[in-house]
């Protein structure tokens, strides 16, 4: 099994930053991609940066220029680094983690609330 764990929600103001960590654990060596996601209320979940084994990323046109995810393969933890947030990026953010070894397989962690107040 993978288990990936979420830290770094909380509330913040708009125009300041935080910092999201997913680590992950348990069958390490069938990870793929790996990326984050969010849902806000009365919306779909969205794609917000995804990141590739070869560092390949790709964002969202809401937080490009904004946020940067990066990838600790050491340390098997990836990383939403978030900057000038704004109101809308309220949400829940999840960490998704794409499976090498099962064909459209994909590990979820249990989402970790991202408050931005005007």
């Known amino acids: 099994q993978v288990q990936l764990v979420e830290s770094g929600g909380g509330l913040v103001q708009a125009g300041g930053s935080l910092r999201l960590s997913c680590a992950a654990s348990?069958?390490?060596?069938?990870?793929?991609?790996m990326g984050w996601y969010r849902q806000a209320p009365g919306k779909q979940r969205e794609l917000v940066a995804r990141?590739?084994?070869?560092?390949?990323?790709n964002y969202a046109d809401s937080v490009r220029g904004r946020f940067t995810i990066s990838r600790d393969s050491a340390k098997n933890t990836v990383y939403l680094q978030m900057n000038s947030l704004k109101p809308e990026d309220t949400a829940v953010y999840y960490c998704?983690?794409?499976?090498?070894?099962?064909?459209?397989?994909?590990?979820w962690g249990q989402g970790t609330r991202v408050t931005v107040s005007s």
């Open positions: 990141i590739t084994g070869g560092g390949s990323t």
């Open positions: 998704n983690a794409e499976s090498r070894l099962v064909a459209q397989y994909h590990y």
């Open positions: 348990g069958s390490i060596f069938g990870i793929g991609a």
